[in-house]
């Protein structure tokens, strides 16, 4: 069973884009790596900002921090969604469960060259501890979360799972 601290970036990020989609990443359906989408991603991650070097925290690793205590996401979106800034919430929120007082996340999209910075503060900390709750609370569900209208669905690598008939 999953616990509190399982949860990780993903499945903050999963939580947000689709409740279901968390459901069954969490019992190991796994359909990303047959993703155009995901495989973009992670070539974007790869060659962005490739002299900094990630930082794993075990059940989470972030693309790098710099010397201001700022952690960095590297997006391969085009446009800020609120999973993105849950995701940098919820490794401020890992960091200072470890000591590290992280000052907050900056979001970066090199497609538009764009970046946000999200400051790390007492209201921050209690939706990270919201997020984890919420997202234990669909992983350890005996069914799945109700599917997302199709249009909701656009680009999600989970699409067969939820509308295969």
Known sequence: MITY???????????????RQLWL???GIRPEA????????????DT?????????LGAARIDFMDGHRWVHEVKSSRRPTPADEAQGRHYCHRLHRLGIAAEG???HYPAT??????????????????????ALAVARAPQSPARLSRSGC???????YCWTE
């Open 113 to 134: 060259r764009r970046t946000q910075r999200h400051r790390y503060d007492t209201d921050a900390a209690d939706r990270a501890e919201a997020d984890i709750a919420e």
């Open 105 to 107: 996340a900056i979001l």
């Open 48 to 56: 962005t900002y490739t002299r900094d070097s990630p930082v794993d």
């Open 25 to 27: 990443y969490v019992r």
């Open 5 to 19: 601290d399982d949860i990780d970036g993903v499945h903050i990020k999963y939580l947000y884009h689709c409740p």
């Open 34 to 45: 047959l993703s155009a989408a995901v495989q973009l991603g992670e070539v974007v991650h």
């Open 154 to 160: 656009r680009g999600c690598s989970f699409t067969d």
